[in-house]
Nanobody, 131 residues
């Protein structure tokens, strides 16, 4: 049973930083692309960043490029989202997700940006940025 558990959300002032964690369990994630998404009140869930678990390649939404960094710790089975220079527009529930990519795709694929590409989701963690 795959489990993704997010943590690290909270309230921060504009310009501040937070680091989100996603603890993954239940299987080896070497064949997965891991993603972060977010959903603001009244809006659709949107892509934030992805990382290929095996190769470590990353991809970002334009809105967070240069401010957010996604990384993974293979030994801890954990994915991180370091968020700097936070803006009120970043306020949302942030979700971790896992996209299964067997075979050669586990190395080649890293730009999984659509919600329907993902097989597993965490419960989300709230990030609130005050102005």
């Amino acid at each position: 049973q795959v489990q993704l558990v997010e943590s690290g959300g909270g309230l921060v002032q504009a310009g501040g930083s937070l680091r989100l964690s996603c603890a993954a369990s239940g299987r080896s994630f070497s064949s997965y692309v891991m993603g972060w998404f977010r959903q603001a009140p009244g809006k659709e869930r949107e892509f934030v960043a992805t990382i290929n678990w095996s190769g470590g390649r990353t991809y970002y939404a334009d809105s967070v490029k240069g401010r957010f960094t996604i990384s993974r710790d293979i030994a801890k089975n954990t994915v991180y989202l370091q968020m700097n220079s936070l803006e009120p527009e970043d306020t949302a529930v942030y979700y971790c997700a896992a996209d299964y990519r067997p075979g050669a795709d586990r190395i080649l694929t890293y730009r999984s940006t659509r919600l329907d590409e993902y097989d597993y989701w965490g419960q989300g963690t709230q990030v609130t940025v005050s102005s």
